[in-house]
């Protein structure tokens, strides 16, 4: 066997994996996670608490400003809700693969939120307008996670 055989013998043994490679069929590609949930209704829930939300936090720092510290865990609860809907907004928009999985955590910080609202609906709009989107939300999130 001269050099030249031997190359030849040595590439195509150092490429027959890569061939082979390129004539297998391509696999299917999995299904995103989130292919099957309703994106735009989870950006629409999200988008509608974050608007609440910021009306309600400008009511319960005015109130809080005042003394009425009845609106102390309100105001908790919507400080922790706005940075997970602003989260669910921007993963539902991306059809991320994780948005199943966050729709589930954001149901129940919307639920907290809509609790702690809850208690103040009664006399303060902004606080009625929160717990509702806020229990939209948490409807959207709840039938996205299952």
């Known amino acids: ?3 030249r055989e031997a190359l030849t013998t040595l590439s195509a043994v150092a ?8 004539a297998a069929p391509p696999a299917k590609a999995a299904p995103a996670a989130a292919a099957a949930l309703d994106t735009k209704a989870l950006a629409a829930a999200a988008r509608g608490c974050i608007e609440a939300g910021d009306e309600c936090v400008e009511h319960c720092i005015t109130m ?3 003394g009425d510290k009845s609106m102390s865990d309100c105001f908790a609860a919507v400080r922790a ?11 539902a928009k991306l059809n991320n693969a994780n948005l199943k999985a966050y729709a589930a955590v ?7 939120c809509e609790k702690a609202c809850k208690v103040h609906a009664d006399k303060h709009p902004p606080c009625k307008a ?3 989107a806020c229990a939209k939300c948490a409807t959207e999130c709840e039938k996205a996670a299952a």
């Not at 490429?15 to 390129?22: E, G, I, Q, R």
């Not at 809700?81 to 993963?91: A, K, N, V």
């Not at 954001?106 to 907290?112: E, F, I, L």
């Open 64 to 66: 809080l400003s005042n």
């Open 81 to 91: 809700m706005l940075p997970t809907c602003h989260g669910l907004e921007q993963l």
């Open 130 to 132: 929160c717990m509702d």
């Open 106 to 112: 954001c149901a129940k910080v919307c639920r907290d």
């Open 1 to 3: 066997m001269n050099r």
């Open 15 to 22: 490429l027959s994996p890569a061939l082979a490679l390129a």
